[in-house]
Structures are given as C-alpha cells and as structure tokens.
C-alpha cells in the first residue's frame, strides 16, 4: 500500500440510531471505538484522519442504540459471482441473528445473484427462515445460487423499493463490490433508507486490507488433495510430470499456501513471479535438469501465471460477464509447451494434468471457514441493523472491523521478496529467478 | 459368456511340489477342491470339462507341498499399466506373505514396468524388505512405478533368467495379462522353471468371470465426491449443467457405481447404451427439457460412451504404448456440442465440466479394497510358491480361485437389460433410450 | 455349518402371483432359479432338498407376476435394535423401489423400532415420499428411530391390521429376525395376507450363510482411523500403549479386519481365541515382552473377547432390551489389569484408552455400503410384491437370494485355524497362543 | 488482562549480532521493529514501555546480523506434554529452516520430552535431518515422543552444556514454559551461551496474548465428527441423549468453537460459566423439558466444567507428573447424575457417553494448522540464531512476535458475557444461566 495516498475509513450511515437494541448485552461497542491503522510503534501515526488523529478503523459489532426497528424491518441477501466455500454459512449466520437475536423475522432471499433483482429473469424470492437455513452450512456453494454479470444499477433499486427491503446483504468478490458501491449511491441519491452491507468473498484471498477471506482455508485443504495425487501420478511413471492448475488469477496465495502445507511441489509458478520458459534460465531448461536428477516433477500453477507468454498470440483482451478479464489458460498451454520442448529432445515424458478448481470450490467449508464466516454474518447484521451502509465487514489484525466499500480492491499480491515466498522456494527448492 | 464356448480352467503347473510348505497350517487345500463354474440348480452340468466332470475352478490357498524350496527362492513383483488404488497393498501383501511365512528373503521390485526388464532402459531393481514396504499401503500409486508399452518377450526372459527369478508377480491389467501369457509361453518353450503369476488390475472393474477387481471400491467413493461437486456447481448458477467425465473404457461399471451411490446424477452415459445427440428423443433435446423444468443438471459420463459420435472426423484408429484403442476425448466434445447447442437456441446455461480421474485412481485404497489386496497377494504367493504357472489369482462366487490367463479378458459390459441399470434409470429420472 | 443338520430352505408364500408385474423388464426371474447350497465340485450333492436334487437357494429379483396390486397395497418399515451405517440407505431404495418402479405410494415409517407398533407409546407413522428419502444416504443412523426390547406379538399384528399394512419391512440383527418370525407366524395363523420381508444389520458380521452384513465395510474403515489414533498415542510417550475396544459381540470379524486393513497393531484379542492374562504364555507377560523391545504397542480387542476372564467377579447373567447377553465391558477391565500389572513391576506405562464404537456405527454409509444396501432395499420390494413372506434377503456366493427367516442366526465366527486369523498373527506378530 | 499491572516485554539476549545472516534477503527486520501492544485508537498509550513510548512488541523475522556462526551451530528440538496436531509440523519446519537456509547441519531431537535430557533414562537421541522430517507432517503425534514431569533444571543444562548444544527449541504447554524460564534462568546464571526458544503448543487454544495455538483449528474439525455421530445417536432412540466430553481443562474454547461450527449441539457446558445440576434452573430439569419437547439432546461438555460439583466427593487435590490439576472426570460422572435423575423420574432415557479426546489430538494437522505450524518454526529458527533467548514465538494482531516466556500463561478464558459465547447461546438455545 502506497504511504502517500490518502485513506478515508469513514463509515457511511443512514442517519441517528434511536432504536435500543434488543440484544441487552453488557458488550456492546461504539462508533469511538477505533483501531489504528498502522500498528507500528514507530508509524502509527505517520498516517493521518481528517480529525488530525492517527488513521484509524471503525470496529465492528453491536451498538446499544439501532438505526432499524426490528419488528417493522426487512432483509434480504444476495449472493454473486463464483462459488466458495462457506456462503451458505454466511447466509446461516445472517438469518440467524437477524432472527433469533433482533426479532427481524421478514428475510428473502434473492436467487441467482444480481439477476434476481431484475424483473426479466423472473427469478422467485426465498423466504428465509432459520428451519430453512438451519443445516445449510453442511451443504457447498449457494442456496441462493449465484451469476456472474452486471445489471442496471437503476432497476436493482427500484426492485429494492419495491419489495420494501430495508437492508440488503450483499455476498460477493471485488466486482460485486465494485456494483454494490453504486446501488448505495443510487440509493443515497434518491435519498432512500436502504442499507447495504458487503460480506467480501474471494477464494483467492487477494483482498487489499483484509487478513483472509472466507473459503481461502477450505480451498487450500482441498487444493493438497489434489496435489497429492499429481505427486502419485508423476511418481508413478518413467519421467512423470504431474501438473496442477489452481485458481490464483492476480495472485498466488492458494497456490503457495497449498505447496506450504505439502512438501511434495517443486514447482510454484504465481502471476506475482513472471518467468521465461526458454532460454537456459528457462523453466523448461530447469524442468529438465530436475526430470534428469530425480525422474519425477509436480508443478503447481496458479490461473495467473505465466499470461505475458500467452499474449502475443491473440486479439483483443476480453472480459467475462463480471468484467473480470478473461484468462488465458495457462494449465493447457504450459502442458503442451513442455510436451512439446520434450519431444523435441526425443525425452519421453509422461505428463499428467490436473485442473481442480470446480472439485475445490463447491465444497462446504471445513470447521474453522464454517466459524468465521459465522462471525462475518453475525457482525453484518450488527451493521445493518445500526444503519451502517456502503460498507463491508472485514478482519483486520484480527479484529473485525468496518470498511467503505471503495477503500477495497482485488489484487494483493504475494510478495516476492517476503518471508513466505522464501519459505516456498526452499521447500519447493526452485530457483529464485527463471528469467533468463 | 456364450454358453457354447469350450472353457479350460486347468491350471499349468512347473511340475510336482515335494517339498514340505513351511506355513503348518491346518487348514491347506488341495487341487482337488474346485468350486463349480455354474452354480445354477438347473444348469450346473450343462458346461463339461474335459474329464465329464460340471466345469469348475482350481480353489486359490496354500498347498501342503511346495514346488519352491524358500530357502533358495528368488520373487519378483511388477507392476504395469496405469495407476490404481491398492497395487502397493498387493505389493505388501506378496513380500510379507513370502518373507514372514515362507521365508522366502530374497525378492526385488522391478520399476517401471515391463521396462525394468528390459538393459536398455538402466532401471535398477529394488530390494523389497519387510520394512521396506511395511508403510506403503498409505500411499497411493506404485512405490515401484509403471509404464504402458510392449516390450521384447524374449528380452524379458532373458533378464529373468540372468537375475535367476523363480516366481515372477505380474500387477497389470488386459494387456498386461497378455504379455504375461506370452512370457509364460516363452518360459515353457525354453524349459525354464519359472513361475508367472497374475494379479489383475482394472479400475474399470470390467473382467469377466471376476467379481470385482480391486481399485474399484475405492475408485467409485472417490468419483462420488466429485458429482457432489458437480451438483453443487449446477445448482450455482442460472441453467447451470454439471459434466463429469469418469474412467469406463469399454464399460460404464464406475459410472454406475457412482451414480447409485449417490442420488444427484441426472443422466448417465455408459458405452453399453449408445445415445444420438441430435433428434427429438436425442440427449440434446432431453436435456433441454430437463433444464427448463429444473433449471441444472448434473450428467456423468464414462470415457468409452458416446465414441461412435466421434467417428466421423477422424482418420486411421490409434492405440496407445500399451495396445489400448486410443479412445477421442468424449468429454470436452460432449462439452462443446451441449454449448454449441444453447449457444444456438439463445438459451444461456453454465457448463461446468470435471475431470477427476487422475485424482480418483492416484489415491490410497479405502479399508475395504485395502483387506481385498492383502488376500489378493496372498493367494497369489501360495500359487507361486506351489509351481503354479500362466495364472492369476481371482474371486468368483465369493471364493478365491485359480484362473488361466487365457480365459481373463477385459470388457465384462453392465447389462442394459438388467436389474442395476433399471436402478440408475430409476434413480436419474433419464429415459431407458436416447435413441432416435 | 453342520453338515449333518436338515435344511430347508423353502420360501413360504401369502399365495399365488396373479398380477402383471409394472416392471415390464426384460430380466424376470422365476421361483425355480435357484443357486447350489454348496458349490464345492465333490460335494455340491452332498445335502439334498425334500425333492431329492441337490440343495439349493432361490434367487431374488423381480417377478413377472405379483401377488400384490400395487395401486392398493400399503407398505411398513420399520427399524430395530442398535444403530448401523446404511440403515437410512436401505429405506431410501424400498421407498424408491416401491413408489417409482412398483408404483406403490401408500408407504409409511413406523419409529422407534417395534414400539412403534405398540398403541401404549404413542409414536406417531411417518409417511414416506421419495421427497421425503431423496437425500437421507447422507444421513447416519436412522430417520426413523429405532428401539431395542421386545414387544407382545400379538399387539404388533393387531396394528398391522388395523392400519392395513400389506408389507412390513423390517431392518435389524438377530434378535429383530427371531421377531420377525413370530410376527409371521401370528400372520399365518390369523390367516392374514400381510408379507414380512427382513433386511438382516449387524455390523458385527457375524450372520451365517450371509457373504457381508451392509455397514461392516463402513465400520472397519472408521475403526481403522481409531487404531491409527492408538498407534500415534502409543508411540508418544515412553512405554506408550493404545488399547481400542471395537464391536463384536461374539466374533472377531471388525477386528481382524480392521487389523487387516492396517499395519499397526500389535495384538488382536477376539472371542474366537481365547488367551489368558497371568502365566508366562500369558497376555500380560506377552505385552511386557513387547513393550521392552518395541517401547510403544497397540491393542485392539473386540467387545466380547476375554468375557470368561470376567466371569468370576459377578452374579446372575444379565441381557438386555433386546435379550443380548449383557456383556462384561472388556475394555476398562483390560485397562485396569494391564495397569495393575505394570504398577506392580514398577515399569511406568502410558495407557490411552479409546472406544469409538459410538463414532463408528453412527456414520453415513461409505459408497460401497451404499450400494449394497440400493440393492438389498431392492431385493426385499421384489420379494414382498412378490407375496413371499417370512423370509429376509441376503447375499451368498455373491447373488442375491432369499433366505427362510428361521435359518439365520448370528455369531459366524472367525476361523482361529483359518488364513484370515493366519494374515492377522502374520500382520501383528504376536503369538498363535497366549494360553498357558 | 488486567490493565494496571506492569508489562515488559523485553526479550532477552545472548549478545551482539555480529554475524552476516546467510539468507540475503531483502525483507530482514530489526530489533526496533515493533507493534503496539494495545492499537486502539484512544487507548495505545496508556500503558508505557520503561523508556516512556506506548507499550510494544518486538516482532519476529530474519535478522541481517546474527548471534551463531552457522558452520558452528548445533541445535536440539524437545517436544514436552500432551500429543496435539501440528508438533511435527514444526519439527519439520524447524530443521528445514536451519538446515536448507541458514546452512545448520548439526541437529538433534531430544526423545520423551526433558526425561531425554536426565542420563538415568537412557534415551538416545536422534539426528535431525531433511531427509528424516520431510514427510513427518502427514503423521500424528511427535516423532521424538513426549512426556510428562518436572526434570532437574541442573542436570537439565548439564546435559545441553555436555552435548555442545547451542540452540534449544521447546515445544510444549504452559507448563513447559514454565520449566523453560528456569532452564534459561540456569543458563544464565551460569553464564553460557545458549539460546532457548519456546513454541508454545496447547491444544486448548487458551493462551493468554496469543492469537491462536496449534493444533486449536485441526481439533475443532475433529471434534464436530464426534458431535455429528452424538447427534445421530441421539436421534436414533427413544429419549436419545449424546453426551461429548472434548478437551478444555480451564476453558471452553474448543467446546465453543466445536458448537458454532455445528448447529447440532444442544447444551455447552464450559468451566467459564458455572452451573447447577438440581433445582428449577439447574441443568437437569433444563435437559428434561428439552427432552420431553423434542425427545432428543446433544449436550457438549469441555473437561474442566463443573468441578466445583464433584469437590465434595474426594480428599486433597491431587496434579499430574506436569503440574497440572489432576481434574474430576466430568463425563462419566454427568453420565451417571443424568441417569440416575431419569430413573428416578421413571422416564427412560438412551445416554450414549462419546470421549474423543485421543481420536482428536492425535490426528495430524490440516492444511491451516499445516502452514501455520511452518511459520512458527521458521520464526523460531530467525530468533534463535539471532541470540535471542528465554521467549516464544507467536501471533498477536496477526503479526509474529517475540514474548517473553515469563508473560505466557495458560487459562485465557472464553468470556461469559462475549459476543462468541452469546452466539454460542443463540445456536444451542440453552438459558444464559443454569443456576438457581
């Protein structure tokens, strides 16, 4: 994060809270109760808030006074974009508190994201109740079902409206952010009390600020188990090659997080580190010196990886229905690369490729995704019910806090000069650079 | 099995067993005991062996003499053909029952296959210790690795005979089976006293006369979890279709397994049931109509379905290095004809498509397949050690017997007529024809 | 088996099958199909039927005609004694079986086992729906409750009756058969046209004639994760030593399976061999032996070994609900005995005791189990549609056949001469004997 | 924490860094670098270190100067108390981090704990290398074994002096931690130059300043399998109870992590909050309405909840070789008041007792443990050959940090009037108090 740049942590808010809560609770917090941005005993304070004190954070949780009358109030989540582990766990925790904890008995649910707010799909809205969510969580993916793609910020108000829902809870990556952002500014124009509260979901865990999104720990667990089998497979033939592809599409974390938990990679290809594949520094070079030595290889590659060695062979850059830029894919491209330099050498090989990510990411989430996404919702609903708005509830230095939507962008990068990185190379033992 | 075929189920032997079996047991069997081919009340005596006595089958266990004196005795074991749960099990299994209860010490692993036979390759043998293989059934694959590919049966010989093996373990499939009767062959014509013993391996769980094949317990609970996935990701998204593809060259045994297993598949697609694509009673139109009543679909199908599809565009039929009809890649077809399909009627769905066998067949065998091959390498030492020869070792009826390797081929189909395809019919929901 | 005991294994029958079955399959079969009792080629003519042709079993599977109209016939399940993996397997085929092939949709659940049919408790019938069936494989134990203990005969007709039940299915062990029985003969002897059909659980194993009880599978794979959990906790400590108590109330079967499985244990205690605690050939002297050489050891004792080494210490034999014998409990007593022993040598142990029988038999059934049990549920429609009664469908030779209630009894035991017990001393090393 | 006690968190140290670091990298850290101890925006300077700033935590990470001569170097790993996931995770780390990147080839693993310290009880020791620990995290437990009890602190160092050892690392609890202080208090005193290092590893997660523990998050996962089968259990009979006891001596904080990952639990019983078994409010009248309302009940009960019920019953307190409070068995004993309350009642009830504790420790770690268990050790590694001595590694607001080992102390308590423990009451349903 650059130092220079000015940060604004202000939590947007539908206006004074006059309702008690009906939580009565001794824990409630307050809007005062802030955390400093940089912890650093020497840099707290370099960065500064409009009010001249250091850049702090909103902490998040229960507030004795509410914004929403519980009894009178109407919710309803929706959930975008790709699968991930613990959705339906947010979607649990969310109806559950909204329930059982405020008294707030009217929530729907929006089926097939974004698409469900606009009348042309006639999509039907889910009642939500805690007997229908109650054993959710046992279950992968999304009980709302989701889609991917942009819709008329316009309409999706005035569905909003028009179902008088009062807080909508909103499950998505950083382009649902990003339309999450202006459907509050829409509603902020037209001056309409209508919160909204992102719960950020990314199973890349590449969420700028944020300490780990939910699902990142199921994936890596369930990533091992495939990587396990490529080890298997590349040990089980004359020259064997065991390839995975792992999601990763700005950023390497599941991939290094995954070859971190198993010894068995040793390879760990990430957007963050480009390298050559020809060339005596080449990773087809250095592939071949490790296939001679020790007759097997696994290589992990995240979605990524390698792209700027794809580019020169296509038109212009296309974007999926999320306006994610739409990959190359590198998982068959490098199998064909290597299988090719191999033939080439008259070097019999036998390569296995193994794409996973559809097995990795509809699975229910294991117990400690199953927790956090538990508090995630439980501290959205807090917000909400607060008259919070334009805001996501995240986990930073392990506190759970506030952020304004726009403060939050994809892209974190694992840092290829930092610790972790250098954990992989040495447990992979691949060379720091394969650029010639 | 044509019922008017001429079966020989006598077993070659090396010669006569003088020598006292070390195990001193109570409980020996003789080559006496056969079970009867057709146990049918009605039926039994209609198949005669040569001697007018009802067709049966050499019972499998341990003989009071022995051919082999354990003391001068050199195994080997091999294993061939691609990777399948439980083959370090078998491995195990062989070296303990030879080590701990003949006292046979002296056993190596030949790597890579039929290759490890052959100088050129330079592949070293491995001494196979107690210790050494004590562990192994918790990994999958093979510790002594694999290949495809047929190799000089005259070479193979020699090596045996350079490396003076007395019995020589074979873990390979179809084709495997052949190379070992050809060798067996070569070992009779040459007057050698070697023993060849099968133990059959095929994923697909598709040799005749044999019950089941070990491999396939395992391979069908793994297949399992990736249809979960594979519902999970079609109720995700808006039309979403779930395609897995699953191992079943010539039979769709796993792809019935797993689909009873489990109640989420729609449609399954085995080579047993040919189906058109186009047409109203066509998978295509089906399908259709099944998305728009249900809006997802899950849909499994075996490697083998649906090739005749696929003839058309191609030249000359190819094999693989192991003989194998090299089969076209139904999966991404099938993939590109349902969008291509939608894609044209402007229907938007969302395929997901899942290729899990590299991580189905790479795993560890499961408990039950795991007990399976440790009685499958056990069987096969007391037939080795009694000068039993151009054998395998199988279970039929539920008892363990003796095999000719002539009479073991693969391509053992499901019956479209029978019982357990109506129970993959009724629990799909799938019409019985998608025929035109 | 004794050879010399009369068998009949006649099927009794409500009367003649008039109706057109609704299958309209191509693969009937007929009451005159049946396998050999003994497939053995010298012997199988050894025990002769009534009718004087060699003794034989009729084989299940659907019928062309039907004693039951399928638009009138109202079905029962019902669930008795401990818990099993796979029992919610077995009612989710009959329902299907019965709903979507037979076309029969009067189906209901009687809960809490035979209580269920006993006014006086007032346990409410559940109606069973494919809706309600569809995903309960997923589920462990039984959707429908179950109950032990012994209810008046009489009573349980009498409610047959009066809610027009035309087939009760009934899954449970032994002592539910023994129950069954006398409900069919109450049956016959009202001259009531009501078929009974047993689906035989235990997960002990231990049925007779039958090739494998549904759950067992599953069993020995969850056990094997306990015995891996001794194993770690014995090798953790100095002089550490794991003792698992396992199922098998009279035969060894989950132990020496579980052993089988496994390479890690030490010693296998189970009913069928019994061994002494004191003495020089004694267990104790044995294990203290062990522990010398070894420092760490695991032991797996089945639920009923050693009970004649507790016999001294108590009164009057005790049985429970449903008339087992109540056992000793092995385990603790083991525990204390091996403590007491080393206590008084002054060597310091480390005894970690686990029973995981409960985390066992309450799991989902494996993929395996599932399947059997698809088939079973199957099986046992066929045969009540069918008018037979009093019977229970098994597996034996691997085919599927139905068996004369009265003929089944549990505690088959483990061969202590056998190749099986053989592979269990070979795998553990300990001694053939541990008797002075 | 209590805010007005004196905090100094000055690490200790052996002497100046005078050696280039060989990992030449780019992110090193200094001794100046330090996080906040308390980051809340109001509060981070009430609390002052000695030199006047806000009270700080130096963080852990490389050093580009160290305090060892690599070349020179011998180190030594101990793993002390109970088995918990993760241990061999960290040896692992430890002797990769020591080996591959700061070039240590002398490494050695200190068998069963401080007792392989003591000559009398002959254990050896055992050489460290990559080789021996690359797989060692795919198994449970330690491979250099534990145990329990004080050693003499002398003979202690005497043995590390005898030995060469230059670095210690010490794996185990609170109480380990205690025994550390002294060691390193010895070393101190006589003025040798050696650096000991705690990872600190309880299972309970209940350290105080310290994020998360070891092993905390793979327990939780293993825990809800154990609830999952109490649940079916409990559904499976008439007046079915599942009773859990899992581990928690002085708090609840796997038992409440366990019931917020799982919605089947009924009851959470924990030591933090007390409660009463007889009277109106007490527990058991509380289960019986439960029971009677929906005929089954979960109830989770964390080892060290209700002793002050069992006081009464026994002489003096007694400790375990450790130190620790040899505690009450709370689980049988709630077994047998629960039963005995509803035979009093004459209400019958089915109790099913489930203590999984070893089946839980003894797993190895997931994937999340996996990765976290490397950091710890690689952090450990950075600080010990910096000369860094009588501290521990571990996490604070996310960050890694150096504590000194007299701060650490176990018993962080899960807090009654929390937001987790009121989730906690939301999923259960049980009262807020069960006292009368």
Known sequence: MNQNSTYDFTIQSLGECTIDSPLNVSYYTTDTRRVLFNIDLHHYADL??????????????????????????????????????????????????????????????????????????????????????????????????????????????????????????????????????????????????????????????DLNLIQKTFGYDTAISEAVKAIECAHVEAKGAPMGVGLVKIMGRQSGHIATGAALALSDV???LIPEVPFDLEGDNGFLKVLERRL?????????????????????EDGP??????????LHDIG??????????????????????????????SVPANASDSIYCGALGQY????????????LVGLMKDEYVHLPLKIIASGAKVNPEGNVWMRVLESTGQPPSMKN
């Open 292 to 312: 001679l030595l020790r007759n097997h290889c696994v290589i992990l590659i995240a979605e990524g990886a390698g792209q700027e060695l794809m580019h020169h």
């Open 48 to 205: 500064k808030a409009p009010d001249g004190l250091p850049l702090s954070i909103e902490i998040a949780g229960p507030r004795a006074k509410i914004f929403f009358d519980p009894a009178k109030t109407k919710a309803a989540i929706v959930t975008c974009g790709g699968l991930c582990p613990g959705i339906n766990d947010v979607i649990r925790a969310v109806v559950m508190e909204l329930y059982h904890r405020y008294g707030v008995q009217n929530i729907i649910g929006i089926k097939y994201g974004f698409q469900g707010l606009i009348p042309k799909y006639r999509h039907e809205v889910v009642q939500l109740l805690p007997e229908v969510v109650k054993d959710i969580h046992a279950i992968g993916g999304s009980i709302l079902s989701s889609s991917r793609g942009r819709q008329d910020i316009g309409e999706m108000v005035n569905a909003l409206k028009r179902m008088n829902i009062d807080i909508l809870f909103c499950i998505g990556g950083d382009g649902t952010m990003r339309a999450v952002e202006y459907i509050t500014d829409e509603i902020t124009g037209r001056n309409l009390n209508i919160s909204v509260i992102g719960i950020p979901k990314t199973i890349d865990n």
């Open 317 to 326: 850059v296309e974007t999926d229905a999320s306006g994610n830029l739409r």
């Open 266 to 268: 040793n390879f760990v």
């Open 332 to 361: 068959p491209f490098l199998k064909a690369r290597i299988e090719d330099y191999f033939k080439q050498k008259a070097m019999e090989i036998n390569l296995k490729y193994i794409d996973p990510s559809y097995t990795i990411r």
């Open 380 to 391: 959205a609903v807090h917000a909400g019910m607060a008259g919070k708005t334009g805001m």
